[in-house]
């Protein structure tokens, strides 16, 4: 029986340490907000002029046009994320990170003008196309 009593203590105390850091994952990666942004020509270039390559420069670079320069498209939105320089860099490092776009994503952006969703978690974003 004490044989029996220990292994089931063991066991519930591996199913309360999975749902432990179970729950410090979702906690980890809580969900702040979303804004939507247009993804337009002038977010295509840095702000001195150069073309940009990558759908997180362009993503990056609309924070930027929103924020700094109030150069904002009529379907862009505000957001309290990325505001200043530093937090559009971090954008910008988890945009070019894999999961944040998919491939179609970061080629709509690239070659297009398209809708987007950003969706802020604590630690990532996502990106899909809207319109």
Do not use: C
Request: proline content about 2%; charged content about 25%; aromatic content about 8%.
């Amino acid at each position: 029986m004490g044989l029996s009593m220990n292994r089931f203590f063991r066991i519930a105390s591996a199913g309360l340490l999975t749902m432990l850091v179970g729950a410090t994952a979702a906690a980890a990666d809580e969900f702040l907000g979303s804004y939507v942004a247009r993804i337009s020509e002038q977010d295509h270039q840095a702000s001195d002029g150069y073309p940009l390559d990558t759908a997180a420069q362009m993503v990056r670079q609309d924070r930027a046009n929103f924020h700094k320069f109030h150069n904002a498209d009529s379907d862009d939105e505000n957001d309290i994320w990325f505001r200043s320089n530093d937090q559009r860099a971090r954008l910008e490092r988890m945009l070019g990170q894999g999961g944040a776009m998919t491939q179609s994503t970061r080629r709509a952006i690239a070659r297009g003008e398209p809708l987007i969703q950003v969706d802020v978690y604590r630690n990532h974003v996502e990106v899909t196309i809207i319109g």
